[in-house]
């Protein structure tokens, strides 16, 4: 072993592993990347076999000592795991530092969303005149009515775009497809940008992708996140807002309205139900907001009288 020389090729190989043979996304493969370069950082010319559990400790440590959230932390001892299982299956170490690393529980926090106004503020604040203010509404517009992965919408092809259907056929996480029915407010949205504004973008060019940009390519993750943040400012929110929010929107605008936890579970492609219940609990802390600001004895209750006796019974 010759310190970060080899550390550095067995990094590319376990990436190369992960694409090639675990078939991960490129996104699940830069996040593994930027771990195992925060952590060659870390260790410096410590040679591989040095690297102790101790080691590996003392770097989570650090980690938390410049305030890296415990969600974060949990997904680096993921990739922890699977690099150093890599290399004990390869034989480059003799035994795994990484086995006994445990995970920190995350703190639970519920997802963001938009109120009814706030949404239709984002959306209003697209410009309805250019051919990108056009495919902006349409974008934003699809991302809520189907509640779509930033990285389904940019890779949405047209074929995958059934209008007559009102249907979106979707490739999300693991090739796994679903199909989404799309609002008709979403579909004239998506028509007016493939009539109108998607000719002038590609300007006689040919694309498979439905939205594009002005230099005829699919749009990219950064420049959808930099246009949402535009619109947001546009529209007066100042805080931050991510792609995710809508998501969240339309999950919980769906629960809201009635639809039951199986429809929503199967429009956002999730795996395990237990994803997306996190969504009624998105509901429960709603109504108690809801009964605190409106109920006229609410902000009284932990000051309430004992129950009252009436004919010798609690009044219940």
Not at 111 to 119: A, E, I, Q, V, W
Not at 183 to 202: D, I, K, W
């Amino acid at each position: 072993m010759k310190g970060l020389g080899t550390f550095d090729t067995r990094v590319r190989s376990y990436l190369h592993f992960c694409r090639a043979e675990k078939g991960l996304s490129p996104n699940s493969v830069d996040a593994y990347r930027r771990d195992l370069t925060q952590l060659a950082a870390y260790v410096q010319d410590t040679p591989l076999p040095a690297i102790s559990l101790d080691i590996l400790r003392a770097f989570l440590d650090h980690l938390r000592r410049a305030r890296v959230a415990n969600r974060t932390i949990a997904r680096k001892v993921t990739t922890l795991r699977g690099f150093f299982g890599f290399l004990l299956e390869e034989g480059d170490i003799s035994t795994d530092p990484a086995e006994l690393l445990k995970t920190p529980k995350p703190a639970a926090s519920l997802p963001k969303y938009l109120d009814s106004g706030s949404l239709d503020h984002l959306l209003e604040s697209s410009d309805q005149d250019s051919p990108n203010g056009i495919r902006n509404r349409a974008m934003l517009d699809l991302l809520y009515a189907a509640g779509l992965r930033v990285s389904e919408l940019i890779k949405l092809r047209v074929s995958d775009f059934d209008d007559s259907q009102g249907v979106l056929r979707v490739i999300g996480k693991g090739d796994k497809q679903r199909l989404i029915p799309v609002g008709r407010e979403a579909l004239a949205s998506v028509e007016r940008y493939r009539a109108e504004s998607r000719p002038q973008l590609l300007k006689g060019r040919v694309s498979p992708y439905l939205f594009v940009t002005g230099r005829g390519q699919a749009m990219s993750r950064q420049g959808f996140w930099k246009l949402l943040r535009a619109r947001a400012r546009a529209a007066g929110m100042f805080k931050k807002i991510s792609p995710h929010v809508l998501r969240h929107t339309f999950a919980t605008h769906l629960l809201e309205g009635g639809a039951d936890l199986r429809s929503v579970q199967a429009m956002l492609g999730h795996a395990d139900i237990g994803t997306t219940q996190i969504y009624t609990h998105v509901m429960r802390s709603r109504l108690k907001q809801t009964v605190e600001q409106h109920h006229p004895r609410a902000a009284r209750n932990s000051q309430a009288a004992p129950p009252t006796k009436i004919g010798g019974a609690k009044s219940v």
